[in-house]
């Protein structure tokens, strides 16, 4: 029989590596709340113009990365590619324009039919922040403060550094993308092949080359901080100010750009010190006018996104033991009592309850120990007529008689302990 296996570029969760999902989720939604950011979660398949409208179409992901078909209606539509624009589009389908509060934080499956590399898969999962309101150097700030402090909290900000650039407004970047070019054609010769189709298309993205022939030309480029204007300049002065105030250590990496074309002013990535082609962890920026771009008013945003295959890759470690309990019955007729115990449970985080019904009362003991249980649930015969069941402490060997009452407030209290 043919065996069936997954899509490439795709894998499927379960044990470990979901246990360690949902705890990068758990870290990163309990930060996010605790700032004053709200949940959203737009769906994964969204109308192709959502993107197409607002990446670019000289961008990668919509030449040659996003996953769009025609469904039976006609309608074009695409597998969610990032996101950004998503949210954006949210808020304004949403009538969200004129909320206070438009912090945003999200996290799920995104799709790019990329090739599949370690922390790089098709179907990838991100966590992400959006900030949308009037332009304002510190909500910069703010959105890179959150990633510094996520990034600690999972343990790996020791790992990385920050980078940082600005893209400039759009005159600025104009001024810079003409003198990018005429040096970039006089050193043509030099490029990659992949980097002259670029040249005139997006000639930004040749600066974020992982070639080494492209890297030797891009040392020699103008840089975009002589082609600021006043404007440009005092926005980016003022983020790298605050960030200092705050001790966040980052360096200005003058060749840093963004693959989006909504992107502008602010760009920044946290990447690992390792000298490879797909070492950023968490990366994002800012993009006046996406908002406008979709239909809603002329509103700034800023924010970022880190994937979270990516971040495992770098975790040294993270706490995700949990202490299982073991119910048990001293002979296979009370297994129903099991069941009633299982329901009076209630749910406790950190504890995992695991019913026992098979084999002798050894043999369930030694299953228990097995499973290196911190405790067990046993029904006797005798206990379980006054509702009630023994408790063994598996480490210490310790017994107590519990009532079934009382069961929940002695978990609590004990698993706390």
């Known amino acids: 029989m043919e065996k069936i296996n997954t899509v490439k570029g795709t894998k499927d969760l379960s044990g470990f590596n979901l246990m360690m999902h949902k705890k990068v989720c758990e870290i990163f939604s309990k930060l996010c709340e605790s700032k004053g950011f709200q949940e ?30 025609v469904d039976q209606g006609g309608e074009e539509i695409v597998l969610r590619p990032e996101g950004t624009a998503a949210v954006a589009r949210a808020l304004i ?12 934080y999200y996290f799920g499956p995104m799709f790019r039919r990329e090739k599949p590399q370690a922390g790089r898969l098709r179907q990838f999962h991100q966590v992400g922040i959006e900030i949308f309101d009037e332009k304002n150097p510190f909500n910069d700030v703010e959105s890179i403060l959150i990633a510094e402090k996520f990034l600690k909290l999972l343990g790996v900000r020791d790992k990385i550094k920050l980078e940082i650039n600005t893209l400039g407004n759009l005159e600025s970047r104009k001024n810079y993308i003409s003198d990018l070019v005429k040096f970039l054609k006089k050193n043509i010769s030099r490029l990659s092949s992949e980097s002259k189709k670029k040249l005139e298309t997006n000639p930004l993205r040749i600066l974020d080359s992982k070639n080494n022939e492209d890297k030797e030309v891009i040392k020699e480029c103008p840089k975009i901080l002589n082609f600021l204007d006043d404007e440009s300049n005092f926005f980016f002065e003022e983020v790298l100010n605050n960030l200092k105030k705050l001790n966040i250590e980052f360096s200005v990496n003058p060749h840093l750009v963004r693959g989006l074309d909504y992107y502008n002013h602010t760009a920044f990535e946290f990447v690992t010190f390792e000298d490879k082609s797909q070492n950023a962890v968490l990366a994002g920026g800012r993009y006046d006018g996406l908002v406008s771009s979709l239909g809603g008013k002329n509103l700034s945003g800023v924010g970022w996104a880190s994937g979270i295959e990516r971040i495992i890759l770098n975790l040294k470690e993270i706490n995700i033991k949990k202490k299982i309990i073991a119910i048990i019955a001293l002979s296979e007729d009370l297994n129903i009592k099991i069941l009633e115990v299982l329901y009076k449970l209630n749910p406790l985080d950190g504890v995992v309850f695991h019913s026992i019904y098979s084999g002798s009362f050894k043999k369930k003991m030694i299953k228990a120990n097995k499973l290196k249980s ?6 006797g015969n005798e206990e379980i007529k006054e509702n009630k069941v023994i408790w063994k402490n598996m480490e210490s060997g310790f017994q107590e008689i519990l009532d079934l009452k009382e069961i929940n407030e002695f978990l609590e209290n004990k698993i706390a302990n």
């Open 40 to 69: 959203i979660n737009t769906p994964i398949i969204e109308n192709s113009k959502v993107f197409k409208k607002t990446l670019g179409v000289t961008s990668d992901i919509i030449q040659k990365e996003m996953y769009s078909f």
């Open 374 to 379: 911190y405790g067990c649930l046993i029904i």
């Open 93 to 104: 389908t949403n009538s969200m324009l004129d909320n206070l509060n438009k912090k945003f």
